[in-house]
């Protein structure tokens, strides 16, 4: 049922596109199968515990241009929308839940947040996550945004501020 999910609609359907899209879209399964396999952990040893179901709710998954390519090739794979049917918050706290980045050539960043939206920065796709208010020294209801963008070899931000040697 996952995989329909994330049935590809490409229109012209050339292999070129579908290229494209497949390093993106095998993350995004990596991703669900491992998250699968922590929903299942959750009720090892319980005789009585039923099947649990990782239920994927639309919003989980969205093609993006994180690259400035001008291609929907990218994914932003959201687990605020990713739930484990028998421990609804497996990945879910007052920071939010997982947000993995994920480039067309199969990279993947991770945060966590709540809210993300693209916008840009100087002509080039910039991600913001709303993060918890404590990453900004803060309380966690306080606004705090982290600022991600995409280059050829990773993905770039503002380093924490624990690892600043300032």
């Known amino acids: 049922m996952r995989h329909a999910l994330f049935a590809l609609a490409l229109t012209a359907g ?3 596109a579908q290229d494209d899209f497949a390093a993106a879209q095998a993350s995004v399964d990596v991703i669900l199968a491992a998250a699968m396999d922590e929903c299942r952990a959750a009720v090892v040893g319980d005789p009585q515990a039923p099947e649990p179901e ?3 709710e639309p919003p989980a998954v969205t093609w993006v241009d994180l690259d400035g390519e001008d291609y929907r090739n990218d994914v932003v794979l959201d687990f605020n929308h990713v739930l484990c049917s028998l421990n609804f918050s497996l990945w879910h706290g007052t920071g939010g ?3 993995h980045l994920i480039t067309s050539d199969g990279r ?3 945060w966590t947040g709540g809210l993300w939206r693209m916008d840009s920065f100087g002509g080039r796709p910039l991600v913001l996550i709303g993060r918890h208010g404590g990453r900004c020294d803060g ?3 306080q606004p705090c945004v982290e600022a991600v963008s995409v280059f050829e070899d990773g993905f770039s931000t503002i380093r924490p501020a624990e690892d600043d040697p300032r």
């Open 108 to 110: 993947v960043g991770t």
């Open 54 to 56: 990782l239920v994927v």
């Open 139 to 141: 309380y966690g209801a």
């Open 97 to 99: 839940s997982l947000i």
């Open 14 to 16: 050339s292999a070129a």
